[in-house]
């Protein structure tokens, strides 16, 4: 990013270029993939499937694109059919400014300043995504101990420490035991900041000369995902 900036180019075609990148390695990465499990012998079907009305559970009806039904018998079928991010009620979400984890991909302009609520892997990997692209980042999360939050997803305590450190050193802000309490997204006017009332987990003041608001273009929730 900092190349392209220094080529002279403009904030949105800057923007394009990552967007187009991102584009290019993911269906790189796919086709990769599916020619890994066509090595491995294993038969790949693209479609949408459900089981029989009847209620069966050794068939599988796959729908492809073309309205072509593919059946498939199996003695054992197992259901493995991803997650979606878990969204906490009072959270304005709009696909626009304000985001979880899987509508963040369809941003369509880069920001100057990205507020990330969250403590886990994805919290963390979009925090740094957004440093390197030149934002600035502002992570709030609840507890008071960010390496505490990340042992209790099961990281060990050392990695957990280098973890926070590398993010502090990115200048990455952590806005630690602290949680948003209100939102003030302007509907009238894109360009103006996110204003975010931050409160003391659990409710209540803040610490004195701990921060109380926090602006910011855009507003990710990466809290956590449920099974679909």
């Known amino acids: 990013v900092s190349s392209l900036k220094g080529m002279g180019l403009r904030d949105d075609s800057v923007w394009n270029e990552v967007v187009t990148s991102c584009l290019e390695l993911a269906s790189s990465n796919a086709r990769d993939t ?46 493995a059919t991803g997650s979606t991010p878990f969204r906490p009620g009072g959270i304005p979400f709009d696909g626009k400014r304000v985001f979880d984890s899987d509508s963040i991909n369809t941003l369509s302009y880069l920001p100057k300043s990205v507020a990330i609520v969250g403590s886990g892997i994805i ?16 992570l709030i999360i609840r507890d008071d ?23 502090v050193r990115s200048g990455i802000n952590i ?17 103006a900041p996110i204003v975010l009332d931050i409160e003391a987990k659990g409710g209540g003041a803040r610490p004195s000369g701990a921060a109380t608001t926090v602006k910011c273009d855009i507003y990710l929730a990466a809290v956590g995902r449920k099974p679909n």
Not at 123 to 138: H, Q, R, S, Y
Not at 175 to 191: I, L, M, S, T, W
């Open 34 to 79: 599916v020619r890994q499990l066509e090595y491995a012998g294993i038969t790949y079907v693209q479609g949408n499937a459900a089981f029989a009305d009847s209620g069966g559970s050794s068939s599988l009806f796959v729908t492809a694109e073309d309205n072509s039904i593919t059946t498939i018998q199996a003695s054992k079928i197992l259901l």
């Open 123 to 138: 919290a963390i990997e979009f925090a740094k995504i957004f440093k390197n692209l030149g934002a600035d980042v502002t």
């Open 145 to 167: 101990i960010p390496r505490n939050a990340l042992m209790k997803i099961g990281l060990d305590k050392d990695i957990a420490a280098t973890l926070v450190a590398d993010l």
């Open 175 to 191: 806005e630690r035991g602290a949680q948003v309490k209100k939102f003030h997204v302007p509907r009238d006017n894109p360009k």
